[in-house]
């Protein structure tokens, strides 16, 4: 069973900045990515940003791009995404995301088989 273990999120102040990590428990069951999506109250759950295990390739939702950062630790089986410049709007729950083997629609909730628990990011003055 993979376990995907999340940590960071909290509070901040608009402009400011937050970590999040996500650690695979299970490392030979993992696919051949990660995604981040967030859930705002009363809306859908969207995507955020993705990447590959192999190469690094990132994928970003327009929202985000040029504030986040997603990086990756291939031995620790870990991934993480750096979030600058946070707005009020960034609100959610975020959630990792493990892909089930090889999926090419990153950006698409479906390529996801395994999912963390989730941890709350608020930004408000």
């Known amino acids: 069973q993979v376990q995907l273990e999340q940590s960071g999120g909290g509070f901040v102040q608009p402009g400011g900045s937050l970590r999040l990590s996500c650690v695979v428990s299970?490392?030979?069951?993992?696919?051949?990515?990660m995604g981040w999506f967030r859930q705002a109250p009363g809306k859908e759950r969207e995507f955020v940003s993705a990447i590959k295990w192999n190469g690094g390739a990132t994928y970003y939702a327009d929202s985000v791009k040029g504030r986040f950062t997603a990086s990756k630790d291939n031995a620790r089986s870990a991934v993480y995404l750096q979030m600058n410049s946070l707005k009020p709007e960034d609100t959610a729950i975020y959630y990792c995301?493990?892909?089930?083997?090889?999926?090419?629609?990153?950006?698409?909730?479906?390529?996801?088989?395994?999912w963390g628990q989730g941890t709350q990011v608020t930004v408000s003055s």
């Open positions: 995301a493990s892909t089930t083997g090889i999926q090419s629609s990153l950006r698409l909730s479906s390529a996801y088989g395994y």
């Open positions: 299970e490392r030979t069951f993992r696919g051949n990515a």
